[in-house]
């Protein structure tokens, strides 16, 4: 393996299922990939409600967790934190097609499990529930900037550095980081802060990211880098 290999695979997320004959059409000749920070970052929480932190809890529990830590962190920081949810039952008919394959069938459930279901999905994790200032949107479909008023907000607010987090990572998480890295917006993504139902979806979505879209940096990482900015959210005077 050449060092330009070793250097992509220590700056990035190579899951160990990826072949070295794949990585070589990513290297740069030892140039970095990262993106890095800007002036004035964000945390963007993305559908953090209990319909998918309940599913499948040995990958939401530990998700819920990493984010209380992050949010924890961003506020000591004053940055700001921005959560996005999927839209609120009942604003469309019961046959409108839903935001992914599986969803549209929800009508198909009995009345009370489709009703517990949607109390779920309307639920941020209490362990995550927003501060009164802070903003708190629905969305209609995977990403968080389609046909929401996301992008238009957080350039207002001058924010050029966006911490996507959330579930699913194969989903919503990666819809949205596309969508942010398209609006302009540097993207971090911590890997413990996000979590998908499915493994090996997350794991290659988390690559795929690194090497297009993202930094995927860990946790600790972005919390110590978070320690750098000064204590006044762009915010506050509002």
């Known amino acids: 393996m050449g060092q330009n290999l070793i250097d992509l695979k220590a700056e990035n997320y190579v ?17 970095s990939r990262k993106i890095g920070w800007g002036d004035t970052p964000a945390v963007l929480v993305v559908d953090m409600t209990l319909a998918f932190t309940e599913e499948r809890p040995e990958v939401g529990e530990p998700c819920v967790e990493a984010n209380a830590e992050l949010i924890d ?51 941020i994790a209490p362990e995550l529930e927003p501060r009164e200032d802070e903003v ?3 969305k209609p479909r995977a990403s968080s900037f389609f046909d929401t008023h996301v992008g238009n907000m957080l350039h207002y607010y001058d924010i050029d550095t966006l911490i996507v987090t959330g579930m699913t990572t194969s989903g ?34 988390l690559f795929d990211m690194s090497m297009k879209y993202a930094d995927v940096t860990p946790l600790d990482a972005v919390i110590g880098k978070l320690d750098e900015y000064t204590e006044t959210s762009v915010l506050a005077d509002d």
């Open 136 to 138: 708190v949107l629905p």
């Open 15 to 31: 899951p160990d299922v990826v072949p070295d004959s794949d990585l070589e059409y990513f290297e740069t000749d030892g140039k």
């Open 73 to 123: 962190a961003a506020r000591d920081a004053g940055v700001p934190v921005f959560y996005v949810t999927p839209t609120a039952s009942g604003t469309y008919p019961d046959d409108y097609h839903g935001t992914t394959k599986t969803s549209s069938g929800e009508s198909e459930k009995p009345d009370a499990e489709r009703l517990e279901w949607q109390e779920k999905l309307d639920t």
């Open 172 to 205: 919503c998480v990666r819809g949205t980081v596309v969508d942010g890295q398209s609006s302009n917006f540097n993207v971090i993504v911590p890997p413990e802060c996000v979590a998908d139902r499915s493994i090996i979806s997350h794991e290659m979505s």
